[in-house]
């Protein structure tokens, strides 16, 4: 296991304060993604949570950082600069890439007995529902079309040479992480995670079909969710609204659980 600079200043970003919120909200952007993709998430969320955004290495103000290639290390890091935050319970929110992320960090927290308190997956099939990907092999050209087809950047940034040369590295390393990513199930457990699991998608997601997002209900033995939103892979940009609504409603949900749970 690689040694990974943990300083949590370096790892998360809080754009928008909420000391007041009883629960943070950790945001996991997608392949090639950024924190900042999250501001206006964490704006809408902010009377509903403390918003948390995770800045991978590699981009960014982290650009000058070699952009790590294997998911475990990625988990490795996050985790630890997540541990001064969890003086207070955490949800996690992944899209694509950061579901699985999320997947495995809620796993890991389940395993030190300080579990998240739900998680909510976005844009990703179920774990065990592996597909033979090797776009990181290839050449620019591809990786660029594999971006444009799930219409995830803006075309003038990859029209931009510059900016591509810039931001290829780390898509790229991402790429590998996830195309490369294996899940490996818990010897005599039926399900990896016992905390709430909530799922979202597009309806016309080309990476992702209904059934293959459905499937996460094998990974909980606690309560599932599932909704769909029209729209493709980035789904979550023109469905902003409707996210973050259905985010708050989990939000509230598992805040009413935790009561009960406290309760009984």
């Not at 949590?8 to 392949?31: D, G, I, M, N």
């Not at 931001?167 to 399900?191: N, Q, S």
């Amino acid at each position: 296991m690689s040694t990974i600079d943990t300083d949590t200043e370096l790892w998360v970003r809080r754009f928008h304060p909420a000391p007041e919120q009883p629960y943070r909200l950790v945001c996991l952007p997608h392949a090639g993604g950024t924190a900042s993709a999250f501001f206006s998430f964490s704006q809408a969320l902010a009377p509903h949570a403390d918003v948390l955004a995770v800045q991978y290495p590699g981009r960014q103000d982290r650009r000058h950082e070699p952009p790590i290639t294997v998911t475990e290390d990625l988990v490795d890091g996050i985790h630890q600069a997540l541990r001064p935050w969890a003086d207070r319970p955490l949800v996690l929110f992944g899209h694509s890439m950061g579901a699985v992320l999320g997947f495995e960090l809620a796993r890991r927290m389940e395993a030190e007995n300080e579990p998240p308190l739900g998680l909510i997956v976005s844009g990703r099939r179920a774990p065990h529902m592996p597909r033979p990907d090797s776009v990181h092999t290839k050449g620019d050209d591809a990786l660029i079309a594999e971006i444009q087809q799930l219409a995830g950047t803006d075309p003038g940034v990859l029209a931009d040479e510059e900016i591509v040369r810039m931001v290829l590295p780390a898509i790229r390393a991402d790429f590998k992480a996830i195309e490369t990513y294996h899940y490996r199930p818990d010897p005599g457990r039926e399900r990896a995670l016992s905390c709430p699991l909530s799922v979202l998608t597009g309806e016309s997601d080309p990476r992702v079909s209904l059934h293959e997002a459905m499937e996460w209900r094998e990974h909980t033995s606690g309560n599932f969710t599932f909704r769909s939103f029209p729209g493709g892979h980035f789904y979550l940009t023109p469905q902003q609204d409707a996210v973050t609504r259905a985010i708050a409603d989990d939000l509230a949900a598992l805040g009413r659980e935790r009561l009960g749970t406290a309760v009984g």
